[in-house]
């Protein structure tokens, strides 16, 4: 698996089996990005299948902590409500954020996995750490000037490669021959 390559890319927080994806491959803790991944960034809320998600992770003994670049008072007004500890200002994929976190919560790598909306600070952030990262397709399209310059080397990397979980992609419209076109007399 390369650097750049998450383990497994689903369309929504929520599409991850934790029984399955988590703890049958051993994972015990998520570090999970914020924006995007369980906030919009369009309305600064956490979606509700994705708070009953977190919610059915902890009841089944999953420890999180919080991993975001941002700074912003918001994410730890998040941290707070959600009641997850966080490391704020995290400048991944530095590996520096996801050894704090890891410590914050007192797991190993091998039993974690990162879970983020992001190729370049995500997904290698945790292979640079020796984790697994579970890649998320972004929750809404705004996103900041600089992340989407970052969208594009993810479409260039990701190819045409689909979530897991994502509807299948609508065919495309038969083209008519104009000799077959209702408004054709021919």
Same mark, same amino acid.
Request: with cysteine; glycine share 6%; hydrophobic share 40%.
């Given at each position: 698996? &390369?650097?750049?390559? !998450?383990?497994? @890319? ?7 089996? $934790? ?6 491959? &051993? ?18 809320? %956490? ?14 003994? $999953? ?21 997850? !500890? ?6 991944? =994929?530095? =590996?520096? #954020? ?16 990162? %879970? ?6 995500? %997904? ?9 990262? @579970?890649?998320? #397709? ?6 900041? =000037? ?6 594009? %080397?993810?479409?260039? $990397?990701? &190819? ?8 299948? =992609?609508?065919?495309?419209? #038969? ?6 076109? !209702?408004?054709?007399? &021919?």
């Amino acid at each position: 698996m &390369g650097f750049f390559e !998450p383990d497994r @890319y689903f369309s929504r927080i929520s599409r991850i089996d $934790i029984g399955r994806d988590l703890l049958a491959k &051993g994972f015990r803790s998520v570090l999970l990005d914020v924006d995007n991944t369980i906030l919009t960034r369009d309305t600064h809320e %956490v979606p509700r299948d994705v708070g009953v998600w977190l919610g059915s992770a902890r009841d089944a003994g $999953i420890a999180f902590c919080l991993v975001s670049n941002n700074w912003h008072e918001s994410v730890y007004q998040l941290a707070d409500r959600l009641e997850l !500890p966080i490391v704020a200002k995290a400048v991944k =994929p530095l =590996p520096f #954020a996801f050894v704090r976190a890891l410590k914050k919560i007192d797991a190993s790598r091998k039993s974690t996995v990162v %879970v983020g909306d992001q190729l370049i600070t995500d %997904v290698l952030g945790a292979h640079t750490c020796g984790m697994e990262a @579970y890649m998320l #397709a972004p929750l809404v399209e705004q996103d900041l =000037p600089h992340t989407l310059m970052l969208r594009h %080397v993810e479409r260039l $990397i990701m &190819g045409d490669r689909r979530p897991e979980g994502a509807p299948a =992609p609508a065919p495309a419209p #038969a083209q008519m021959r104009p000799e077959e076109s !209702p408004d054709s007399c &021919g």
